[in-house]
């Protein structure tokens, strides 16, 4: 088994949504970003590639290329499953949080669940999407940005 674990944040900017684990889900701002801005499946990939030791996102999505200028993160997402299964490996399962103010995340959970297992191979029963906030202090706390965390584990595959 491998473990690896991930971490993404993004300002919050112009915009009437952001997307969360492959989902818009509405609210008073959108993120500035290069993609999609997906915190939840950037911290995902960096979680996958990390235990794969195959460096982080930015190393397979450069910002600086152009290809991935509002890019649809899952594209990444799919990418890390590949990775993933070309070094044997299938996901054991994974734990997602992310730290907001708004947007609430828990009516979105389980849409996000299910496309995040789609993309990985998975069950959306192996993955924990849930949020907390950050009681009013720092970015977060302030509504400036968003952010998370994700945990991987994976097994051999057929194990």
């Not at 492959?22 to 990390?50: E, K, T």
């Amino acid at each position: 088994m491998r473990i690896g674990q991930g971490f993404d944040v993004h300002a919050f900017g112009p915009g009437d949504h952001v997307v969360l684990g492959g989902v818009n889900v509405p609210h008073s701002q959108g993120v500035v970003a290069h993609s999609d801005g997906d915190v939840v499946i950037h911290a995902l990939c960096d979680a996958v590639l990390g235990a794969l030791a195959l460096g982080d996102i930015g190393k397979h999505f450069p910002p600086s290329d152009e290809r991935w200028r509002g890019a649809d993160s899952r594209v990444f997402l799919r990418h890390c499953a590949q990775l993933m299964a070309q070094a044997g490996y299938a996901l054991g399962n994974a734990d997602v949080t992310v730290v907001a103010e708004r947007p609430k995340v828990g009516p979105h959970a389980q849409a996000m669940r299910e496309l995040l297992a789609a993309d990985l191979g998975a069950s959306p029963d192996d993955i924990s999407v849930k949020a907390t906030t950050s009681e009013r202090l720092g970015f977060t706390g302030r509504g400036e940005g968003i952010a998370a965390m994700a945990v991987v584990l994976l097994r051999k595959a057929g194990a």
